[in-house]
């Protein structure tokens, strides 16, 4: 049996439900591949040979045979046609159940392992109600809209739904690359629209009206990879996803949710929280999957002028491990956390491999050319290979990968399963290679892997009652219909008192019918789903005038201020000029021969304390906070990570209104361990920075997502104080959790530190990569001392 999706990857619940079924091994001794051309225990081998580092530990997870199911008899006669056409004559036993599910107009969330086939279970009821429509006088008696975090992967999902060439389905994506003239035929005319959760926000759903007769007949909304709508993104796409609801009641619709995702843990609750509604879970995958070989990789040493060995990064072992496999005909995937770690890891490999040419860096930013040419060359073949962010993580179709290196812990088992599940899509086994970055988290995770293959993937954490997230959808949900005290069936029992706000704001207007969007703009255009409420910058290249691509406002300040290096495809840029008032930065093409690091100053305010718990005369807090940040400088730091230089810059100062974890200690016991006042300011600070790196171990995040900040004496407590933060106004639920588990995750950040084997700390303990004061002070003996204290009186 032949099936439209590649047939591996690990499963839904994580590796620990075969975990006794799989061969562990040592790095002298991998296992041998059980299938297929492309033998991914010696190309494993071959790796030792490479590079400065080792192999930690190798893990083979066992294959899966099939359970197929019969085909259904209620799929339309031309949809079972064109897929059968294909060679697909049975499914498997999850796709079965998924689409009866659907079918029968229940919602429904699959949740089974990377390339398991899922795309068919929501596309033959989805499919099959547009084709019986087609007959109805408009042509569209069905509508259905197919939701994708991103624009690739619904680029991608359109191509497929195009070559099965079923009449009457006429299906469209929507994008905010698509042209006016097709938007106009697109409106009228199509009867499946892919398109991504912002296009649903800023454009569909304010202008409802002109889609009434596509919202009238709207049958199925299919939300795909759905295990990306978590935290403040989740929560903003949760209130999106209440606003379609209201408005395909306005029209008298009730559509069908169908959910899918790879790694999420606790399905069911997951899509109920997001889309509001109860929902079936089917979770046992009956699809085969080959054998996945995965390695666990520590970088070796780079030259060092200090008492301590430094490893070497994450990113250059990569380039040479992607080298090698590439020059043995292996066509591999480099995942890299960084926009400018992709693009270093792609120049490294042009730079020596025999097939430069054919290597390419995909990230975030790119112009949307750039991206389809980029997917296309993928998928074809033409590319040999690629570094990507997580851009490149979901599910468009690239089979006929034969590796995957990640280059870093991706910051939670989610993405790491779910990057590891895009090589071996052609059915052979595959090799999975994680290199271990510089960084506490890393360090302990490579050294004890059962924290990797002994656990399930992480709950998706969102919270669509953050009134930073719900207030504006309310609003926008004025502006699209009057808000009635009926809707706080969808928004929850806080609506009355957001009502309240923002009618006080001036925002809405308080009428006999509901509340009614006061002003005469759009609320839409004033908050962004993913986070930020402010427009992107671009990056122009001033002697062309071309846009090399975007960065987020909040990382504006510190990625593209006045004379930062950029890189974009490998080649280095500096920036002459950030514009903030008309959102853009100006770049001249150079090489300067450093690379740039901003430096900033922070501080927090405790606004409200929501719970705490005490460990003796040690305090934790959770609660809301505003923290400060100002981009004050930049340094200018050699390959050989000299400092050349410090640069003043004259930023804004930035605020944030979040949710934190913070504790607090007396001075006098602190000193009575040993420590001394004038090391207690570095031995806090060091403290801040291990416990960030290790919060993903306890919460659904990386490092990038949160913040922190240590004082040896804060204004609101008089103590001591260490606080971790989430990075998005109104908070995203990492800090409560941290909060929550507060045992486990700073006994592991002690031990993290404690291990590190250099002297006075390193990045594998308790440095930052994003420091704002440059790493400095720092104490790791005293950090340690610190946290033996914290812990001491804990309550397990």
Wanted: contains cysteine.
């Amino acid at each position: 049996m032949t099936n439209i999706a590649p047939l591996t990857g690990p499963s839904h619940a994580g590796p620990a439900d075969r975990a006794a079924d799989s061969a562990d091994t040592t790095a002298e001794s991998a296992p041998e591949s059980a299938t297929g051309d492309f033998d991914a225990a010696g190309a494993l081998a071959a790796l030792q040979d490479v590079g400065t580092g080792r192999l930690v530990h190798t893990r083979l997870l066992p294959g899966r045979e099939a359970a197929d199911a019969a085909w259904p008899d209620w799929v339309n006669p031309q949809v079972t046609a064109a897929i059968r056409g294909g060679g697909v004559d049975r499914l498997w036993s999850h796709q079965r159940s998924a689409a009866d599910l659907a079918h029968a107009g229940e919602h429904v969330v699959l949740s089974t392992g990377t390339a398991s086939g899922k795309s068919l279970a929501y596309l033959l009821p989805m499919l099959s109600a547009v084709a019986d429509g087609s007959a109805a006088p408009t042509g569209r008696g069905a509508t259905a809209i197919y939701l994708a975090p991103t624009k690739a992967l619904a680029a991608d999902q359109e191509a497929h739904i195009r070559g099965l060439a079923i009449p009457g389905v006429r299906a469209a994506t929507l994008d905010g690359d698509t042209p006016l003239d097709e938007r106009r035929w697109i409106r009228d005319h199509a009867a499946l629209l892919l398109t991504n959760p912002d296009l649903l926000h800023h454009t569909l759903l304010p202008g409802h009206e002109r889609w009434a007769s596509f919202f009238r007949a709207l049958k199925y909304v299919v939300i795909d990879e759905c295990h990306v709508y978590r935290g403040v993104f989740g929560s903003h796409v949760a209130g999106v996803l209440r606003r379609l609801r209201r408005i395909a009641a306005r029209y008298h619709a009730d559509p069908t949710f169908v959910l899918a995702s790879a790694t999420v843990a606790a399905p069911a609750l997951h899509a109920g929280e997001l889309t509001g509604l109860p929902v079936q879970a089917v979770t046992d995958d009956g699809s085969p999957r080959a054998p996945m070989l995965v390695g666990l990789w520590q970088p070796g040493s780079r030259p060092s002028d200090g008492p301590d060995t430094a490893q070497r990064s994450a990113v250059a072992e990569s380039g040479d491990l992607m080298t090698a496999l590439i020059d043995r005909g292996v066509q591999t995937l480099t995942f890299a956390r960084s926009r400018v770690g992709v693009e270093i890891v792609a120049e490294m490999v042009r730079s020596h491999s025999g097939v430069g040419d054919r290597v390419a860096a995909y990230r975030g930013g790119y112009l949307p050319e750039e991206r389809r040419q980029l997917e296309n060359d993928l998928r074809t073949g033409t590319l040999r290979g690629i570094a990507a962010t997580s851009a490149l993580e979901l599910g468009i179709d690239v089979s006929g990968l034969d590796a995957v290196l990640l280059a870093g812990w991706p910051g939670t088992l989610a993405s790491l399963w779910q990057r590891a599940g895009r090589a071996g899509r052609s059915g052979r086994t595959s090799l999975v290679v994680l290199v271990a970055e510089d960084d506490p988290l890393d360090a302990f995770l490579v050294h004890h892997p059962e924290a990797i293959f002994d656990r399930p993937v992480e709950a998706a954490t969102l919270d669509p009652a953050n009134p930073f997230v719900l207030a504006p959808h309310v609003a926008a949900a004025a502006h699209e219909l009057p808000v009635t005290r009926a809707d706080s069936e969808l928004f929850g029992p806080s609506l009355p008192g957001v009502l309240q706000s923002l009618v006080a704001g001036g925002i809405l207007r308080k009428r006999p019918r509901g509340w009614f969007w006061a002003r005469d703009d759009r609320p839409a255009d004033h908050f962004s789903l993913r986070g930020g409420s402010e427009d992107d910058v671009r990056i122009v290249e001033t002697r062309t005038a071309r846009v090399l691509g975007t960065v987020d406002a909040a990382r504006a300040h510190s990625a593209v201020h006045t004379g930062a290096v950029y890189l974009h495809q490998g080649r280095s840029h500096v920036v002459t000029e950030l514009d903030l008032d008309a959102t853009t930065a100006h770049v001249v093409v150079g090489d300067p021969g450093w690379s740039t690091f901003a430096q900033s100053v922070s501080s927090f305010d405790i606004q409200q304390v929501e719970r705490e718990t005490r460990w003796g005369s040690v305090v934790l807090h959770f609660g809301t906070i505003r923290v400060r940040t100002q981009v004050t400088s930049f340094e200018r730091v050699l390959p050989s990570g000299e400092v050349i230089g410090q640069h003043p810059l004259d930023l804004p100062e930035r605020e944030l209104v979040t949710r934190g974890v913070w504790w607090t200690i007396a001075e006098d016991e602190l000193l009575a361990e040993g420590l001394t006042a004038e090391a207690l300011p570095g031995a806090l600070h060091a403290a801040e920075h291990a416990s960030i790196a290790m919060l993903p171990l306890v919460a659904q995040s990386d490092r990038w997502d949160v913040g922190g900040v240590s004082t040896a004496l804060h204004p609101d407590t008089g103590l001591p104080t260490v606080v971790v933060y989430d990075g998005y106004p109104g908070g995203a639920g990492f800090a409560e959790r941290a909060y929550a588990e507060a045992a486990t995750w700073l006994l592991a950040t002690r031990a993290a530190i404690d291990a590190c084997a250099c002297r006075d700390g390193c990045p594998a303990c308790v440095q930052s990569p994003k420091c704002g004061n440059g790493n400095n002070p720092l104490d790791k003996a005293g950090a340690v001392v610190v946290l033996d204290r914290v812990l001491r009186d804990r309550a397990d």
